[in-house]
């Protein structure tokens, strides 16, 4: 799980993250604005030259959006849709099940798939922030049973330590 790589898309940036490095990469309105691709050739030269320097290219990897970029909510099971593509079970306060919901434009999504394969770069999933923290606490209640899955327990997750977040995600994917 470790050779993955983990992007972080923002709305006017895409961070990489790697167990060895990060790198952050900030682009101006007329190339990535509110997530949406304006000069996708520049912005895949610019990240495909990073990772061949640093001999990152023909990894798998995955992209994570974040809140920001997706429709989040959580939603009962009786208003659940049946046709989303990505649920995560939750359960929260007192033994009420909910589900999260993660939902991207279409066009977004089409706009990152050909990104990353003229980079070069197989994408093994595409997912939400929000979907990696609920895995990682997930993970974290199997390890420590004292932690209880509720929406307090995942704030906390949420505001932990940033340096973490390459940690937290390499846990979170395993649990997909």
């Known amino acids: 799980m470790e050779n993955k790589l983990f992007f972080l898309v923002k709305a006017d940036q895409i961070s990489l993250l790697d167990h060895q490095l990060s790198k952050m990469f900030v682009f101006n309105e007329h190339e990535l604005d509110a997530g949406r691709l304006y000069n996708p050739t520049k912005i895949g030269y610019i990240i495909a030259s990073y990772l061949q320097k640093n001999n990152l290219l023909n990894r798998a990897g995955v992209v994570v959006f974040d809140g920001s970029l997706a429709l989040e909510q ?81 704030q906390d997750v949420v505001n932990s330590v940033e340096s973490d977040l390459y940690t937290k995600f390499v846990q979170a994917v395993g649990k997909i």
Request: net charge neutral; hydrophobic share 45%.
């Open 74 to 154: 959580m939603v009962s099971p009786d208003d659940r849709p049946t046709d989303i593509a990505r649920q995560v079970h939750v359960k929260i306060a007192v033994n009420q099940d909910w589900y999260y919901q993660a939902t991207l434009r279409a066009g977004l999504l089409l706009q990152y798939q050909l990104l990353f394969a003229q980079i070069g770069i197989y994408i093994e999933i595409f997912t939400s922030e929000m979907v990696l923290h609920i895995q990682y606490l997930r993970y974290l209640a199997k390890k420590d049973l004292s932690c209880v899955d509720n929406l307090a327990r995942l």
